[in-house]
Nanobody, 125 residues
Framework: QVQLVESGGGLVQAGGSLRLSCAASGRTFSGYAMGWFRQAPGKERVIVAT????????YYADSVKGRFTISRDMAKNTVYLQMNSLKPEDTAVYYCAARIGDSTYYVREYDYRYWGQGTQVTVSS
């Protein structure tokens, strides 16, 4: 059974940085795609970034391009989301997700089978 555990959320001022971590366990993740999503109050859950575990290829939502970086440490089975130049509109619960198969960039919530519990990120103005 795949388990995903996020950490690293918190309160930060606008312009600041945070790094989220997602510790993955339960199997080897070759051929998997890993994603970070976020959900603001009253809004749907949307993609932030994805990474293909094997190749390291990445995709970013337009709203975070140039500010956020997704990466993975294969030895630690951990996916990271480095968030720089944070804005109040980045405030949301951030979720880590995983799915089998990485033939393309999967950006929909229903594309992913496995989910973490979420971590709150709050950016103050």
């Amino acid at each position: 059974q795949v388990q995903l555990v996020e950490s690293g959320g918190g309160l930060v001022q606008a312009g600041g940085s945070l790094r989220l971590s997602c510790a993955a366990s339960g199997r080897t993740f070759s051929g998997y795609a890993m994603g970070w999503f976020r959900q603001a109050p009253g809004k749907e859950r949307v993609i932030v970034a994805t990474i293909k575990w094997s190749s390291g290829s990445t995709y970013y939502a337009d709203s975070v391009k140039g500010r956020f970086t997704i990466s993975r440490d294969m030895a630690k089975n951990t996916v990271y989301l480095q968030m720089n130049s944070l804005k109040p509109e980045d405030t949301a619960v951030y979720y880590c997700a995983a799915r089998i198969g990485d033939s393309t960039y999967y950006v929909r919530e229903y594309d992913y089978r496995y989910w973490g519990q979420g971590t709150q990120v709050t950016v103050s103005s």
